[in-house]
Every structure is written in structure tokens, then in C-alpha cells.
């Protein structure tokens, strides 16, 4: 299941604008420069490959370049943890990627342009694992280059955004939405000890969503994280926060509502928590009492599902499946 964090960050991101705001900060400043913003779109995780996970919080845009009909794609993978292989993992994205637009797209003359992007906030301190996929392969890589052929070896770098290397002050001045630079401003409070020490000291941002068009809505997303990702010291300062931008009787009937809501929403992701993990181990029952080889990678695809419609599909193909493929990529997967 996806963490406070990731649809923290997935709501932030849904929207156009806010998203847009984002990207142009954390693009390479040549690469960002040649995009039209105006033409982003937001697509689904399963454009890449429903193969490589079903439950996180990755999002994937496209957008068009200037003076080109070409697409261009961003991939973008959020880690509150430093991921050692994670070069590995995007060449695995933007490959897989590729392969899905070519089965889709047959007569187009130019695959998408890709742009692996990772953003980093973490209890660990700044990222420390390699950004290239040839700093993962054990080479002597001076030696390689000075003998010229590292260039024939397989190679991608991501961009990287650590969070954990710009200050609060720097987050709290980008060109973006007050909501995308309070989002960066919590993310990077790795630890709930820090979150509480430094919440009443983003009363301006707060201010800021809260006099906004769309504020109310944001205002409820951004106490629902604090809700979920906190404690009860949270809460209080929270309170505290509110206080400052509305009167006490307004921000007592806000977070209790959320708080409600909160609750309703454990209660019923609970639920359904606990009949994915049931249809999910029938799956793989039925397949071991058939005597269909099931591969790791399938076993933990099929144990990470969360999605009941997808699960009923794969628990009535394993009733006739001679292969695990049978069952996983079947018609709509």
C-alpha cells in the first residue's frame, strides 16, 4: 500500500499547474526551457508496465517540445528512503516503457523522448546511491573511458531532486504554488520529531493556501497528511497553525472532520486491505495445487495487488491456467 507521503505527493501533483511548476524547477534548466508547458498531461502508472508494481506512488506526465510534434515523457519516482539499485530500476522503466509505445504505436517513425526523475526526502540524510547505471556494473570506469568503450556499456542517469540538499528558506522561495512549496517543506521534515518543531514557522504558507482559489480543498489535503503521517503533538500544533488563520471555533470543526474522515478511511481501507491479501494468497494457492511454476517476481506481483477487480480476473484464470503468464497478462491484465 502507498504510504501518507505518496498521496500526499500524488495530490499535489494532479493538478496541471501545480505539477508544471514543479518539473520546470527540478528539470534540467536546458531540457525545461525547450518544453511546452501548456500541453502537460498526467497518465496513469500502468502506461509504463503494470508488471513493475501495482501499489506505489510513482506518476509518469507527457508533454510536447517546443518546435516538435514529438512526446516527450518525465517518469517520476518519489523515495523516502535511498534506493541503492535505483539506476537499475528506471532503465527498467524507460526500457519497458519504450516497448509498451512501440506495441501501441507500430507505424510511429520516433519513440517518445524519456525522462527518468527521482525526488528524494529522507531520515537518511542526502541521497548516496549511484545515479548512472554503469556506476552499478563493478567497471573500472577512468579506465573505461580513457580506453573508450564505456560508451558501448549500457548507460542512464536520472535527474535527481534531493530534497535534503536545499534548505527550508530555498523550498519556501520557489516559482511555484504555495502548496507544492509547503509540500516540499513537510517532505523535508524527515522525522516527526523535526515536522513538529518547524510547523508553526510555515504559518505563511499556510496563509498563503488558505487565501487561495482553491484553498479550502488543499488546506483539508494538507491537515489530512499531517493527520496520517503524525502524532498527536502534530495535531496540537496543527491547531496552533490554524489558529493563526482562522478563528478557534473554524479550525477545531476542520480538524475534527478530517479527523473523522481519516478514521472512516482506515476503517475502510482496512477492509479492502484484507480481502486483497485473501483473494491474493487463493491465487497463489491454486496455483501451487495445480502445479503451475511460479516465478518471485510473479509471487510478489500477485502479493502486492491491492486492486479487487484485477485480483478476481487472475483468482478465476488460475482456475484453468497451465502458466503463470496465462493468468497475469491475460486480456486487460
Request: glycine fraction near 6%; hydrophobic fraction near 40%; charged fraction near 30%.
Given at each position: 500500500m502507498?504510504g501518507?507521503h505518496?498521496?500526499?505527493?500524488r495530490y499535489?501533483?494532479?493538478?496541471?499547474?501545480?505539477?508544471?511548476?514543479l518539473?520546470?524547477?527540478?528539470?534540467?534548466?536546458?531540457?525545461?526551457?525547450?518544453?511546452?508547458?501548456?500541453t502537460?498531461r498526467?497518465?496513469?502508472t500502468?502506461l509504463v508496465?503494470?508488471?513493475?508494481?501495482?501499489t506505489?506512488?510513482?506518476l509518469?506526465?507527457s508533454?510536447?517540445?517546443?518546435g516538435?510534434?514529438?512526446?516527450a515523457?518525465?517518469?517520476?519516482?518519489?523515495?523516502s528512503?535511498?534506493?541503492?539499485r535505483?539506476?537499475?530500476?528506471?532503465?527498467?522503466?524507460v526500457?519497458?516503457?519504450?516497448?509498451?509505445w512501440?506495441q501501441q504505436?507500430?507505424r510511429?517513425?520516433?519513440?517518445p523522448?524519456?525522462?527518468?526523475?527521482v525526488l528524494?526526502h529522507g531520515?537518511q540524510g542526502?541521497?548516496t546511491?549511484p545515479?548512472r547505471?554503469?556506476?552499478l556494473?563493478?567497471?573500472p570506469?577512468?579506465?573505461a573511458?580513457r580506453?573508450r568503450?564505456?560508451?558501448?556499456?549500457?548507460?542512464?542517469?536520472?535527474?535527481?531532486?534531493?530534497?535534503?540538499?536545499?534548505?527550508?528558506?530555498?523550498l519556501k522561495?520557489?516559482a511555484?504554488?504555495p502548496?507544492?512549496?509547503?509540500a516540499?517543506?513537510?517532505?523535508?521534515?524527515?522525522?516527526?520529531?523535526?515536522?513538529?518543531?518547524?510547523?508553526?514557522?510555515?504559518?505563511d504558507?499556510?496563509?498563503?493556501?488558505?487565501?487561495?482559489p482553491?484553498?479550502e480543498?488543499?488546506?483539508?489535503?494538507?491537515?489530512h497528511?499531517?493527520?496520517?503521517r503524525?502524532?498527536e503533538v502534530?495535531?496540537?500544533?496543527?491547531?496552533?497553525?490554524l489558529?493563526?488563520?482562522?478563528?478557534e471555533?473554524?479550525?477545531?470543526?476542520?480538524?475534527?472532520?478530517?479527523g473523522?474522515?481519516?478514521?472512516?478511511?482506515?476503517?475502510?481501507?482496512?477492509r479492502?486491505?484484507?480481502r486483497a491479501e485473501?483473494l491474493?494468497e487463493?491465487v497463489l494457492?491454486i496455483?501451487?495445487?495445480?502445479?503451475?511454476?511460479?516465478?518471485?517476481?510473479?509471487?510478489?506481483?500477485i502479493q502486492?495487488c491491492?486492486?479487487?477487480?484485477?485480483?478476481?480476473?487472475?483468482?478465476?484464470?488460475?482456475?484453468?491456467a497451465?502458466?503463470?503468464?496465462?493468468?497475469?497478462?491475460?486480456?486487460?491484465h
Open positions: 502507498s501518507p505518496d498521496r500526499f505527493i499535489v501533483l494532479e493538478h496541471a499547474e501545480r505539477a508544471a511548476a518539473l520546470h524547477t527540478v528539470l534540467p534548466p536546458g531540457f525545461a526551457a525547450r518544453v511546452e508547458w501548456s502537460l498526467s497518465h496513469p500502468s508496465d503494470s508488471a513493475i508494481r501495482e506505489r506512488g510513482d509518469s506526465f508533454v510536447r517540445l517546443r516538435s510534434s514529438r512526446r515523457f518525465i517518469l517520476l519516482e518519489h523515495q528512503r535511498v534506493e541503492r535505483m539506476a537499475a530500476r528506471m532503465r527498467q522503466y526500457s519497458r516503457l519504450l516497448d509498451r512501440e504505436h507500430p510511429t517513425r520516433h519513440p523522448l524519456i525522462l527518468p526523475v528524494y531520515p542526502p541521497w546511491a545515479r547505471v554503469e556506476e556494473l563493478g567497471i570506469l577512468e579506465e573511458r580506453e568503450w564505456l560508451q558501448h556499456l549500457l548507460r542512464l542517469e536520472y535527474v535527481l531532486y534531493d530534497l535534503m540538499t536545499h534548505s527550508e528558506q530555498e522561495m520557489l511555484c504554488p502548496l507544492v512549496r509547503l516540499l517543506v513537510l517532505l523535508r521534515l524527515a522525522s516527526t520529531r523535526e515536522l513538529n518543531g518547524r510547523l508553526m514557522q510555515q504559518v504558507l499556510f496563509r498563503e493556501i488558505h487565501t487561495s482553491q484553498g480543498k488543499e488546506l483539508e489535503a494538507v491537515i497528511y499531517l493527520q496520517e503524525g502524532t502534530t495535531g496540537e500544533v496543527t491547531r496552533q497553525v489558529r493563526c488563520l482562522m478563528r471555533q473554524q479550525a477545531e470543526e476542520l480538524m475534527w472532520t478530517m473523522q474522515r481519516l478514521k472512516a478511511k482506515g476503517r475502510a481501507e482496512g479492502a486491505e484484507g485473501g491474493a487463493g494457492r496455483l501451487a495445487a495445480r502445479g503451475v511454476r511460479l516465478d518471485d517476481e510473479s509471487r510478489q506481483r502486492g491491492t486492486d479487487l477487480a484485477k485480483l478476481n480476473r487472475w483468482f478465476e484464470r488460475a482456475l484453468h497451465d502458466s503463470v503468464s496465462e493468468v497475469l497478462n491475460g486480456p486487460g
